[in-house]
């Protein structure tokens, strides 16, 4: 199974900073990552796939980058809103795995 | 409006089955994959099983092959997880996912339901 390691587990931030979120793979994944949004008592939120497109809707504050074995997310000027956990996975190959999720807070 | 509903959740002991649903609308459902991801709550995210848009390919997590299966009828715009031989680390939140293809060789997940929560315990 490809395992899929997040950095930080939890990160304290402001609005208005500038975020960035990593995940590494045990293998290469050939950008077959996608990031999740995930708020307390909801379910995920798909942000990004392929490792850089942008769901439609999602705010172009978001963007994510790599390639080979390692992923990020990076949020540009943080709001509110974007307070909550984040989660990457691949989807390389089965069984499809997810990071163990960072989360974001105040 | 995309729509996912799960049921069939509950609490049951070590060993019994349960059968979960989940309905679908807002889109042609016949034309994507979807999948089955549960997490136990406060904890992190476990894909379980997904089946393309014309049931001819199934996946499942090494966790759950051999006792769970996968089903959809696309007729009635519903996916289903027969879920056999429970045990206590089966508990979880189990979410239903749209896949943004058709093929389940890829997961990314574009809609999500609000889950059931399923409970295995003596």
């Known amino acids: 199974d490809i395992q899929m390691t997040q950095s930080p587990s939890s990160l304290s931030a402001s609005v208005g900073d500038r975020v960035t979120i990593t995940c590494r793979a045990s293998q290469g994944i050939s950008k077959s990552v996608a990031w999740y949004q995930q708020k307390p008592g909801k379910a995920p939120k798909l942000l990004l796939y392929v490792a850089s497109t942008l769901k439609s809707g999602v705010p172009s504050r978001f963007s994510g980058s790599g390639s080979g074995t390692d992923y990020t997310l990076t949020i540009s000027s943080l709001q509110p809103e974007d307070f909550a956990t984040y989660y990457c996975?691949?989807?390389?190959?089965?069984?499809?795995?997810f990071g163990q999720g960072t989360k974001l807070e105040i | 409006e995309v729509q996912l509903v799960e049921s069939g959740g509950g609490l049951v002991q070590p060993g019994w089955s349960l059968r979960l649903s989940c309905a679908a609308s807002g889109f042609a459902f016949d034309d994507y994959a979807m999948h089955w991801v549960r997490q136990v709550p406060g904890k992190g995210l476990e894909w379980v099983s997904g089946?393309?848009?014309?049931?001819?390919?199934?996946d499942y997590a090494p966790s759950v092959k051999g006792r769970f299966t996968i089903s959809r009828d696309n007729a009635k715009n519903s996916l289903y997880l027969e879920m056999n031989s429970l045990r206590v680390e089966d508990t979880a939140l189990y979410y239903c996912g749209k896949d943004i293809g058709e093929s389940s060789d890829y997961l990314t997940l574009d809609y999500w339901g609000l889950g059931t929560l399923v409970t295995v315990s003596s």
């Open positions: 089946i393309d848009w014309n049931s001819a390919t199934t």
């Open positions: 996975q691949q989807s390389y190959n089965t069984p499809f795995t």
